[in-house]
Protein backbone atom coordinates (compact mmCIF):
# COMPACT_ATOMS: atom_id res chain seq x y z
CA UNK A 1 0.00 0.00 0.00
CA UNK A 2 0.83 3.33 -0.42
CA UNK A 3 1.55 5.06 2.75
CA UNK A 4 1.26 8.50 3.97
CA UNK A 5 4.89 8.73 4.57
CA UNK A 6 5.20 8.35 0.36
CA UNK A 7 2.82 10.68 -0.20
CA UNK A 8 4.57 13.35 1.77
CA UNK A 9 7.51 12.62 0.73
CA UNK A 10 6.67 12.73 -3.31
CA UNK A 11 4.38 16.31 -2.85
CA UNK A 12 7.16 18.41 -3.62
CA UNK A 13 8.62 15.97 -7.02
CA UNK A 14 9.07 18.11 -9.58
CA UNK A 15 9.60 15.99 -13.09
CA UNK A 16 12.85 17.34 -14.86
CA UNK A 17 13.53 15.95 -18.78
CA UNK A 18 17.74 15.60 -18.46
CA UNK A 19 19.88 16.88 -21.38
CA UNK A 20 21.13 13.77 -22.49
CA UNK A 21 17.39 12.28 -22.70
CA UNK A 22 17.72 10.15 -19.47
CA UNK A 23 14.12 8.83 -18.77
CA UNK A 24 12.08 10.52 -15.70
CA UNK A 25 11.23 7.82 -13.07
CA UNK A 26 7.68 9.39 -12.96
CA UNK A 27 7.62 8.46 -17.01
CA UNK A 28 7.82 4.65 -16.39
CA UNK A 29 4.35 3.25 -16.74
CA UNK A 30 3.14 0.04 -16.10
CA UNK A 31 2.81 -2.04 -18.73
CA UNK A 32 5.63 -0.84 -20.49
CA UNK A 33 9.13 -1.54 -19.89
CA UNK A 34 10.76 0.02 -17.12
CA UNK A 35 7.62 -0.57 -14.78
CA UNK A 36 9.32 -3.02 -12.50
CA UNK A 37 11.01 -1.42 -9.34
CA UNK A 38 14.26 0.63 -10.44
CA UNK A 39 17.20 0.39 -7.95
CA UNK A 40 19.94 3.32 -7.67
CA UNK A 41 22.86 1.61 -9.09
CA UNK A 42 20.24 0.87 -12.26
CA UNK A 43 20.21 4.29 -12.63
CA UNK A 44 23.91 5.17 -12.07
CA UNK A 45 24.30 2.52 -15.09
CA UNK A 46 21.94 4.36 -17.32
CA UNK A 47 23.37 7.58 -16.46
CA UNK A 48 26.91 6.74 -17.39
CA UNK A 49 25.72 4.67 -20.39
CA UNK A 50 24.00 7.52 -21.82
CA UNK A 51 27.12 9.84 -20.54
CA UNK A 52 29.82 7.80 -22.37
CA UNK A 53 27.30 7.45 -25.57
CA UNK A 54 27.30 11.39 -25.93
CA UNK A 55 30.90 11.66 -25.19
CA UNK A 56 31.98 11.31 -28.50
CA UNK A 57 35.23 11.86 -27.92
CA UNK A 58 36.01 10.14 -24.40
CA UNK A 59 37.40 13.33 -23.02
CA UNK A 60 35.28 12.92 -20.07
CA UNK A 61 33.16 15.60 -20.73
CA UNK A 62 29.73 16.27 -22.79
CA UNK A 63 30.24 19.72 -24.63
CA UNK A 64 26.93 21.60 -25.97
CA UNK A 65 27.48 20.58 -29.25
CA UNK A 66 28.33 16.71 -28.53
CA UNK A 67 24.64 17.64 -26.48
CA UNK A 68 22.82 18.16 -29.52
CA UNK A 69 24.62 15.95 -31.49
CA UNK A 70 23.23 12.91 -29.34
CA UNK A 71 19.59 14.19 -28.73
CA UNK A 72 19.59 14.80 -32.44
CA UNK A 73 20.46 10.98 -33.44
CA UNK A 74 18.29 9.66 -30.80
CA UNK A 75 15.30 12.08 -32.06
CA UNK A 76 16.25 10.81 -35.33
CA UNK A 77 15.23 7.19 -33.88
CA UNK A 78 12.32 8.26 -32.62
CA UNK A 79 11.21 9.75 -35.75
CA UNK A 80 12.12 6.45 -37.38
CA UNK A 81 10.16 4.34 -35.26
CA UNK A 82 6.86 6.69 -35.20
CA UNK A 83 7.17 6.70 -39.00
CA UNK A 84 7.18 3.06 -39.16
CA UNK A 85 4.32 2.52 -36.69
CA UNK A 86 1.99 4.94 -38.42
CA UNK A 87 3.38 3.69 -42.41
CA UNK A 88 0.51 0.67 -42.20
CA UNK A 89 1.49 -0.21 -45.38
CA UNK A 90 4.87 0.31 -45.29
CA UNK A 91 4.89 2.13 -48.55
CA UNK A 92 6.86 4.91 -47.57
CA UNK A 93 3.45 7.48 -47.20
CA UNK A 94 1.37 8.16 -44.48
CA UNK A 95 -2.04 8.40 -45.75
CA UNK A 96 -4.82 10.61 -43.86
CA UNK A 97 -6.49 7.37 -43.30
CA UNK A 98 -3.03 5.64 -41.92
CA UNK A 99 -3.06 9.00 -39.70
CA UNK A 100 -6.40 8.80 -38.25
CA UNK A 101 -6.14 4.91 -37.49
CA UNK A 102 -2.50 5.70 -35.35
CA UNK A 103 -4.31 9.18 -33.59
CA UNK A 104 -7.61 6.83 -32.93
CA UNK A 105 -5.00 3.89 -30.76
CA UNK A 106 -3.27 7.12 -29.24
CA UNK A 107 -6.45 7.77 -27.99
CA UNK A 108 -7.60 4.52 -27.04
CA UNK A 109 -3.99 4.10 -24.87
CA UNK A 110 -4.24 7.55 -23.32
CA UNK A 111 -7.62 6.65 -22.33
CA UNK A 112 -6.76 3.43 -20.99
CA UNK A 113 -3.63 5.12 -18.48
CA UNK A 114 -5.97 7.24 -17.46
CA UNK A 115 -8.74 5.06 -16.17
CA UNK A 116 -5.45 2.89 -14.35
CA UNK A 117 -4.87 6.68 -12.80
CA UNK A 118 -8.33 7.25 -12.27
CA UNK A 119 -8.97 4.47 -10.11
CA UNK A 120 -5.56 4.50 -8.35
CA UNK A 121 -6.06 7.65 -6.92
CA UNK A 122 -9.36 6.46 -5.76
CA UNK A 123 -8.02 3.50 -4.29
CA UNK A 124 -5.56 6.36 -2.80
CA UNK A 125 -7.77 8.54 -1.31
CA UNK A 126 -9.17 5.79 0.59
CA UNK A 127 -6.20 4.43 2.20
CA UNK A 128 -5.58 8.13 3.57
CA UNK A 129 -7.67 9.93 6.18
CA UNK A 130 -8.54 13.21 6.12
CA UNK A 131 -5.92 14.86 8.20
CA UNK A 132 -3.45 12.81 6.58
CA UNK A 133 -4.65 14.58 3.32
CA UNK A 134 -4.86 17.59 4.88
CA UNK A 135 -1.01 17.44 5.77
CA UNK A 136 -0.36 16.76 2.36
CA UNK A 137 -1.29 20.55 1.71
CA UNK A 138 -3.57 22.02 -0.75
CA UNK A 139 -1.47 21.54 -4.11
CA UNK A 140 -1.03 17.69 -3.14
CA UNK A 141 -4.81 16.89 -2.95
CA UNK A 142 -5.64 13.90 -4.51
CA UNK A 143 -8.83 14.64 -6.45
CA UNK A 144 -11.41 13.20 -8.44
CA UNK A 145 -10.84 14.56 -12.36
CA UNK A 146 -12.74 16.71 -13.55
CA UNK A 147 -15.97 16.05 -15.31
CA UNK A 148 -16.05 16.41 -19.33
CA UNK A 149 -17.26 19.89 -20.30
CA UNK A 150 -18.34 22.12 -24.05
CA UNK A 151 -15.45 24.24 -23.32
CA UNK A 152 -12.73 21.38 -23.53
CA UNK A 153 -14.20 19.33 -25.91
CA UNK A 154 -14.64 22.71 -28.46
CA UNK A 155 -10.19 23.34 -27.63
CA UNK A 156 -10.02 19.43 -28.32
CA UNK A 157 -11.76 19.80 -31.75
CA UNK A 158 -9.98 23.64 -32.04
CA UNK A 159 -6.26 22.04 -31.61
CA UNK A 160 -7.55 19.18 -34.41
CA UNK A 161 -8.42 22.03 -36.33
CA UNK A 162 -4.92 22.92 -35.94
CA UNK A 163 -2.90 19.66 -36.40
CA UNK A 164 -5.14 19.15 -39.50
CA UNK A 165 -4.20 21.98 -41.06
CA UNK A 166 -0.39 21.78 -40.33
CA UNK A 167 -1.04 18.38 -41.70
CA UNK A 168 -2.10 19.93 -45.45
CA UNK A 169 0.86 22.53 -45.23
CA UNK A 170 3.42 20.09 -45.19
CA UNK A 171 1.69 17.90 -48.05
CA UNK A 172 3.46 19.92 -50.37
CA UNK A 173 2.77 17.76 -53.37
CA UNK A 174 -1.01 17.48 -52.15
CA UNK A 175 -1.05 13.91 -52.38
CA UNK A 176 -2.96 13.49 -49.44
CA UNK A 177 -0.41 11.61 -47.78
CA UNK A 178 2.73 12.75 -46.06
CA UNK A 179 6.29 11.30 -47.78
CA UNK A 180 9.02 10.72 -44.39
CA UNK A 181 10.23 14.86 -45.46
CA UNK A 182 7.29 15.88 -45.58
CA UNK A 183 6.78 14.38 -41.64
CA UNK A 184 9.91 15.64 -40.53
CA UNK A 185 8.88 19.12 -41.81
CA UNK A 186 5.88 18.57 -40.02
CA UNK A 187 7.84 18.17 -36.92
CA UNK A 188 10.57 20.50 -37.48
CA UNK A 189 8.89 23.10 -35.44
CA UNK A 190 8.57 21.21 -32.40
CA UNK A 191 12.28 20.33 -32.68
CA UNK A 192 13.16 23.68 -32.79
CA UNK A 193 11.42 24.42 -29.50
CA UNK A 194 12.40 21.60 -27.93
CA UNK A 195 16.49 22.68 -28.69
CA UNK A 196 16.01 25.86 -27.28
CA UNK A 197 14.67 24.30 -23.94
CA UNK A 198 17.53 21.91 -23.80
CA UNK A 199 20.07 25.06 -24.19
CA UNK A 200 18.53 26.41 -21.00
CA UNK A 201 19.06 22.59 -19.28
CA UNK A 202 22.65 22.11 -20.40
CA UNK A 203 23.47 25.41 -18.57
CA UNK A 204 21.64 24.82 -15.36
CA UNK A 205 24.07 21.26 -15.34
CA UNK A 206 26.66 22.64 -16.30
CA UNK A 207 27.31 23.66 -12.27
CA UNK A 208 30.98 24.83 -13.07
CA UNK A 209 30.33 26.80 -16.38
CA UNK A 210 33.33 25.12 -18.16
CA UNK A 211 31.49 24.46 -21.38
CA UNK A 212 31.27 20.57 -20.43
CA UNK A 213 28.97 18.38 -18.64
CA UNK A 214 30.99 16.04 -16.69
CA UNK A 215 29.43 12.80 -15.25
CA UNK A 216 29.27 14.14 -11.91
CA UNK A 217 27.35 17.02 -13.07
CA UNK A 218 24.91 14.99 -15.28
CA UNK A 219 24.23 12.26 -12.02
CA UNK A 220 23.67 14.96 -9.65
CA UNK A 221 20.45 16.18 -10.54
CA UNK A 222 19.09 12.72 -11.48
CA UNK A 223 20.05 11.17 -8.41
CA UNK A 224 18.80 14.00 -6.34
CA UNK A 225 14.90 13.48 -8.17
CA UNK A 226 15.78 9.45 -7.43
CA UNK A 227 16.35 9.96 -4.03
CA UNK A 228 13.28 12.08 -3.54
CA UNK A 229 11.06 9.68 -5.19
CA UNK A 230 12.76 6.73 -2.71
CA UNK A 231 11.03 7.82 0.01
CA UNK A 232 11.60 5.03 2.12
CA UNK A 233 15.41 5.59 1.39
CA UNK A 234 16.11 1.91 1.02
CA UNK A 235 18.01 2.17 -2.40
CA UNK A 236 15.20 1.19 -4.37
CA UNK A 237 12.27 3.11 -5.84
CA UNK A 238 9.22 0.50 -6.82
CA UNK A 239 6.19 0.51 -8.55
CA UNK A 240 3.90 2.48 -5.50
CA UNK A 241 6.32 4.72 -5.62
CA UNK A 242 6.51 5.64 -8.87
CA UNK A 243 2.72 6.35 -8.71
CA UNK A 244 2.28 7.93 -5.54
CA UNK A 245 4.58 10.01 -7.78
CA UNK A 246 2.50 10.32 -10.69
CA UNK A 247 -0.42 11.06 -8.66
CA UNK A 248 1.63 13.76 -6.71
CA UNK A 249 2.62 15.30 -10.52
CA UNK A 250 -1.35 14.96 -11.56
CA UNK A 251 -2.66 16.50 -8.47
CA UNK A 252 -0.29 19.66 -8.82
CA UNK A 253 -1.37 20.28 -12.34
CA UNK A 254 -5.18 20.56 -11.57
Do not use: C, K, Y
Not at 11 to 31: E, K, N, Q, Y
Not at 201 to 207: C, G
Not at 217 to 229: G, I, K, T, V
Amino acid sequence: LVDRSIAIGLVSFAVTASVLAIPSIADARDGRAGAEPMTRTAVEARIAERFAAADADSSGGVTREEAAAHRDARRAERQDSRFARMDGDGDGVITTAERDAARAERIQRRGARRSDMIAEESNMRGRLTAEELAELGPDAAIAAPPAPDERRAERRAARMERRNQAWAAADTDNDGGLSRSEFDSLHAGHSDRRGQRHAGRFDRMDADGNGEISLAEMSERALARFDRADADGDGTVTVEERRAMRHARHSRRR
